[in-house]
């Protein structure tokens, strides 16, 4: 069975930071792929993150590289995305989203090559 939560939005100030948890139940599998995606006002879900779960490899969007790292705790199995120097645009809906394929298609960022979502967690930055 695979779960993915949330946690850790909320509301700052441009220039600030938060740190958004996705507590991960994957039983099984191994070597998947797991991203952040973000829903902004207006605008279509974007994936902004990748990691591969066991060999670390990451790949950002380029609205936020620089600003936002994507990182793993395998011994809590919780994926986490560090996020500084927001601004008014990063806000938003953010989903942690999981692809089981094993080939690493998520490191595309295309939402659909994710098959599991989390509920979302709201941020919201304010200038």
């Known amino acids: 069975q695979v779960q993915l939560a949330e946690s850790g939005g909320g509301s700052v100030q441009a220039g600030g930071s938060l740190r958004l948890s996705c507590a991960v139940s994957?039983?099984?599998?191994?070597?998947?792929?797991l991203g952040w995606f973000r829903e902004s006002p207006g605008k279509s879900r974007e994936g902004i993150a990748a990691?591969?779960?066991?060999?670390?490899?990451?790949k950002y969007a380029d609205s936020v590289k620089g600003r936002f790292t994507i990182s793993k705790d395998n011994a809590k199995n919780v994926l986490y995305l560090q996020m500084n120097n927001l601004n008014a645009e990063d806000t938003g809906t953010y989903y942690c989203a999981l692809d089981l394929s094993g080939y690493g298609l998520g490191m595309s960022l295309l939402r659909s090559d994710f098959g599991y979502w989390g509920q979302g967690a709201q941020v919201t930055v304010s200038s």
């Open positions: 994957a039983d099984g599998y191994s070597g998947y792929c």
């Open positions: 990691i591969i779960d066991g060999d670390g490899r990451t």
